[in-house]
């Protein structure tokens, strides 16, 4: 028997103010579609901005549904439109924020682990890492250089 192990590193950073230029304006444009997602049974808004190689940014919310399983995350909303809008751009960058109208979220939120394997599939088909920011309404913003940073156990197509 062998031991695995694997690590993840992230880059914190404090707050809004602190991050990058183009970052700070991902992560408004987020903010922006959190602030519109449709959340009545959970409470619990998501927001999601992608930056494109060709310079656009496409957003996304949450969309829930009476039957929970038929609604949709922010991040695959964004990623899924991305996809069908602009085929042959790559995904660069992407900001995540979220919040509760329960209680102020301080904490980073990550994507769930369905948004994960989603992002995964756009990142092995352009052959390039997304680096992914992620926080709750306030507080600390985590970064990621890729998705397997966050599934370093990747299921990819070479399984199938």
């Given at each position: 028997?062998?031991e695995l192990?694997?690590?993840s590193?992230?880059q914190v950073y404090?707050?809004l103010?602190?991050?990058p230029?183009?970052v700070?304006?991902?992560?408004?444009n987020?903010?922006k579609?959190?602030?519109?997602?449709?959340?009545?049974?959970?409470?619990?808004?998501?927001?999601a901005?992608?930056?494109?190689?060709?310079?656009?940014?496409?957003?996304?919310?949450n969309?829930?549904n009476?039957s929970?399983?038929?609604g949709l995350?922010a991040?695959?909303?964004a990623?899924?439109?991305a996809?069908?809008k602009?085929?042959?751009?790559?995904?660069?960058?992407?900001a995540i924020?979220?919040?509760?109208?329960?209680q102020?979220?301080k904490?980073?939120?990550?994507?769930c682990g369905a948004?994960?394997?989603a992002i995964a599939?756009?990142?092995i088909?352009?052959d390039?890492?997304?680096?992914?920011?992620f926080m709750?309404?306030?507080g600390?913003?985590?970064?990621?250089?890729?998705?397997?940073n966050?599934?370093p156990?990747?299921f990819?197509?070479?399984?199938?």
């Amino acid at each position: 028997m062998k031991e695995l192990k694997i690590e993840s590193i992230f880059q914190v950073y404090d707050d809004l103010n602190e991050l990058p230029n183009d970052v700070f304006l991902l992560m408004n444009n987020a903010i922006k579609a959190r602030i519109k997602a449709y959340a009545p049974y959970s409470k619990f808004k998501v927001g999601a901005a992608i930056l494109l190689d060709n310079g656009e940014i496409v957003t996304g919310n949450n969309q829930e549904n009476v039957s929970y399983p038929s609604g949709l995350c922010a991040e695959r909303t964004a990623i899924y439109y991305a996809g069908a809008k602009y085929p042959d751009s790559k995904i660069l960058k992407m900001a995540i924020t979220a919040a509760s109208s329960n209680q102020k979220t301080k904490q980073p939120i990550p994507p769930c682990g369905a948004c994960r394997q989603a992002i995964a599939e756009y990142e092995i088909k352009q052959d390039s890492p997304v680096e992914i920011y992620f926080m709750g309404e306030v507080g600390n913003i985590m970064k990621s250089n890729s998705l397997s940073n966050l599934l370093p156990l990747l299921f990819d197509k070479k399984a199938l």
